[in-house]
């Protein structure tokens, strides 16, 4: 019994560094990007992915300077974006990202599953 939490908690990490990963590689590229389209001050709150690696939410919170629903444009990218992941960390199953508006930081108080 021992032996499987501490696999299942290996596979936890693993997630979580998978998540923060994919975070790291995608925040400089969406912020380059709603800069050059002129979306305003744009992060990524928080990445969570399923336990088989195969489905990422990404929660993005977005200042807009005027434009109306930045998010929605940002998610336009995402085939981009998930090229972008594929290219720069080389997984063997490169997660479906879904782009989610984190307006009211349910990210950070630990609301969101995939």
Known sequence: MAGQSERSRGGEDRTLRVASLIQRTLAPLLQAEARERGL???SITSVVLSRDLRH???Y?????GGVPDPV???QRG???YRAHVAKALRLRVVPRLVIVAD???YADAGFQGC
């Open 40 to 42: 305003g001050l744009v």
């Open 56 to 58: 990422a939410k990404v």
């Open 60 to 64: 993005v919170s977005a200042l807009s």
């Open 72 to 74: 929605t444009r940002i």
């Open 78 to 80: 995402v085939g981009r």
């Open 103 to 105: 307006d009211m930081g």
